[in-house]
């Protein structure tokens, strides 16, 4: 499975109303550490254990701000429409999917 781009108008959709868990990755472009991560998140969205989303905070800010995103990259996993984990920072993948339960 490939990354999907979240943006408000597909976040209820790939997000909210998804049968399968969803990670979501809140990143920028300009972000050292976000650039570290993204093979991280991409071999997880390659393993199809959960859905991956990508949401760019500077294209998506409304989005940020609704789930209290201060610094990136934060990685949130939903279930059942709802925020159950978050990390913040660059971690290894088997740090990430330990923190998460993935």
Same mark, same amino acid.
């Given at each position: 499975?490939?990354? *999907?781009? *979240?943006?408000?108008?597909?976040?209820?959709?790939?997000?909210?109303?998804?049968?399968?868990?969803?990670?979501?990755?809140? %990143? !920028?472009? %300009?972000?050292?550490?976000?650039?570290?991560? !993204?093979?991280?998140?991409?071999?997880? !969205?390659?393993?199809?254990?959960?859905?991956?989303?990508?949401? =760019?905070? =500077?294209?998506?800010?409304?989005? !940020?701000?609704?789930?209290?995103?201060?610094?990136?990259?934060?990685?949130?996993?939903?279930?059942?429409?709802?925020?159950?984990?978050?990390?913040?920072?660059?971690?290894?993948?088997?740090?990430?999917?330990?923190?998460?339960? *993935?």
């Amino acid at each position: 499975m490939s990354e *999907i781009v *979240i943006t408000k108008e597909n976040f209820e959709k790939e997000v909210l109303q998804s049968d399968v868990p969803v990670l979501v990755d809140f %990143w !920028a472009t %300009w972000c050292g550490p976000c650039r570290m991560l !993204a093979p991280v998140i991409e071999e997880i !969205a390659k393993e199809g254990k959960v859905k991956v989303g990508k949401i =760019d905070v =500077d294209k998506e800010g409304e989005l !940020a701000i609704k789930f209290g995103v201060m610094s990136i990259p934060t990685v949130v996993l939903f279930e059942n429409g709802k925020s159950v984990k978050t990390t913040v920072g660059y971690m290894s993948k088997e740090q990430l999917e330990s923190e998460l339960g *993935i």
